[in-house]
């Protein structure tokens, strides 16, 4: 277990800065390299590969589960750079699963270009999280990292943790995404307090906002 003061120490290291840092642009260099080879017809109009620089915050915390066995589980994986971030940084030695409606027109060829070339082994449910859990189920998961990003309606913020963070190890962390953007986001954070103050949490430790990454809201299971 790790307390916040112990994670802020940890992330405040200038190396270890610099070097999750060189990851996320060589990471976004090898998204710009394979986007030329996209077909013109596959292409999303929304060029962004990603929505916030926040998500780092998801490569300090995969390495701190080195000895922590268990799956990477993300819900809501627009392009899949930050599930590319994880498998990376864990030297792609985990079982990687991304759950996505895809909904958006040529959202799922795009992201399966980019998956074919930087992804190639995950394992991707394409359905919303909600509908998704037999699926899920069936890979029997053991999670050590699950970074929920899906539907930002509060709604979908409770089914994603009260469906998905029963699957989490201990040591394992559950990460909310947008808890702080309260202009695009505004019902993910109440629904994470909510789920806080309703006593939900329970068999968790709370380290909840890391400086530098107010996006995020951190749990670890104990």
């Known amino acids: 277990m790790i307390t916040l003061q112990e994670l ?13 840092s060189q990851v996320w642009e060589l990471i976004g260099q090898h998204y710009e390299q394979a986007r030329e080879s996209l077909p013109a017809d596959q292409a999303m109009l929304r060029r962004e590969m990603s929505f916030h620089d926040h998500v780092r915050l998801l490569g300090y915390l995969a390495l701190l589960l080195d000895d922590v066995p268990g799956d990477v589980v993300e819900i809501g994986v627009w392009k899949g750079k930050s599930l590319v971030l994880m498998n990376e940084v864990c030297n792609r030695e985990r079982r990687i699963i991304g759950i996505d409606p895809f909904e958006l027109p040529n959202q799922f060829a795009e992201f399966s270009h980019y998956q074919s070339l930087l992804l190639p082994q995950a394992h991707i449910l394409r359905g919303y999280s909600e509908m998704c859990t037999e699926r899920f189920r069936a890979l029997s998961p053991s999670v050590a990292l699950l970074h929920i990003d899906g539907g930002h309606a509060g709604r979908n913020v409770l089914l994603d ?44 430790q709370v380290l909840g906002v890391v400086a530098g990454f107010e996006n995020s809201y951190v749990l670890q299971r104990i």
């Open 161 to 204: 943790f009260l469906l998905y963070a029963p699957s989490v190890v201990a040591g394992g962390f559950v990460v909310f995404d947008d808890y702080g953007d309260h202009d695009y986001s505004p019902e993910v954070g109440p629904a994470v307090d909510l789920l806080r103050v309703g006593g939900y949490f329970k068999g968790f």
């Open 8 to 20: 802020n120490s940890f992330i405040d290291n200038p190396d270890l800065r610099g070097s999750i």
